[in-house]
C-alpha cells in the first residue's frame, strides 16, 4: 500500500495560485429567510386610484353562440331562388297543376350513370319543344351505419339541382322547384325549360 505523498513548497504555490482562478461550481447553500420570501404569495394591491375600477379579463364578454353551419335542404334552397318563368305557370307548377310533359326517373342509379342521363334527357326535350319535365331522383335512405362522419342522404336529390345549373345544361333551364307530392315531393324535381329560338 503506498503512501500519500506531500506536496513540496513550490508545488503548494502553484497549486493555490491555481485555485485562485477557479470559481466554486457548488452550489452555495440558500438562505432559509430568502426562501420564505420567495414561497410566500405577494399580497394582492389593496386601493385603486380614485375612479378606476377593478377590472377582470372578459368580465364584459358575452358568450357566443355555437353556431351550426348546415346547408339547408335542396328544396329550401331552390324555394329561394328568384322566379325567372311566368309567375302564374309557376304558381301552378308549384301546385301540382301543370302536368309534366317528360319524366325521368334516376332513381337507383349511381352519380356517373344518372349524369349522362340528365344530360341527354334534358338536351332531348328541349329538342322537342318540350317546356315543364319531371325529374325523380328519390329522396335516399340512411344506411346502417351512418358512423362519426355524418353523410348527407340522398345524393342525387343533392347533386341534380347542380347539375342542372352547370353547362352544357344551364342554357336550357329556366327554373328549377321541388316538385309537389302528387309528383314525388322532397324526391323529384320540375324542370322548366327554355324554348329554342
Do not use: C
Not at 432559509?32 to 377582470?56: C, I, Q, V
Not at 304558381?91 to 341527354?120: S, Y
Amino acid at each position: 500500500m503506498s503512501r500519500k505523498r506531500k506536496l513540496s513548497p513550490e508545488e503548494r504555490a502553484l497549486w493555490d495560485r491555481v485555485a485562485s482562478t477557479t470559481e466554486n461550481y457548488r452550489p452555495k447553500k440558500a438562505d432559509p429567510a430568502e426562501l420564505e420570501s420567495f414561497l410566500t404569495p405577494k399580497p394582492k394591491p389593496k386601493a385603486r386610484a380614485e375612479g378606476l375600477r377593478s377590472f377582470e379579463m372578459g368580465q364584459h364578454a358575452k358568450p357566443s353562440p355555437g353556431r351550426h353551419d348546415l346547408a339547408p335542404e335542396p328544396g329550401e334552397h331552390l324555394a329561394r331562388q328568384p322566379v325567372t318563368m311566368d309567375r302564374k305557370a309557376h304558381k301552378a307548377m308549384t301546385r301540382g297543376k301543370l302536368k309534366p310533359e317528360g319524366v325521368l326517373d334516376l332513381h337507383g342509379l349511381t352519380l356517373t350513370e344518372a349524369h349522362p342521363e340528365l344530360i341527354r334527357f334534358i338536351l332531348n326535350s328541349q329538342s322537342h319543344g318540350k317546356r315543364l319535365v319531371l325529374v325523380i331522383t328519390g329522396k335516399g335512405k340512411r344506411g346502417d351505419d351512418d358512423g362519426p362522419i355524418p353523410r348527407r342522404v340522398g345524393v342525387l336529390r343533392h347533386q341534380v339541382p347542380h347539375w342542372l345549373r352547370m353547362m352544357p345544361l344551364a342554357p336550357a333551364v329556366m327554373q328549377i322547384n321541388e316538385a309537389h307530392l302528387k309528383h314525388g315531393g322532397a324526391g323529384a324535381y320540375y324542370v322548366y325549360l327554355r324554348r329554342i329560338r
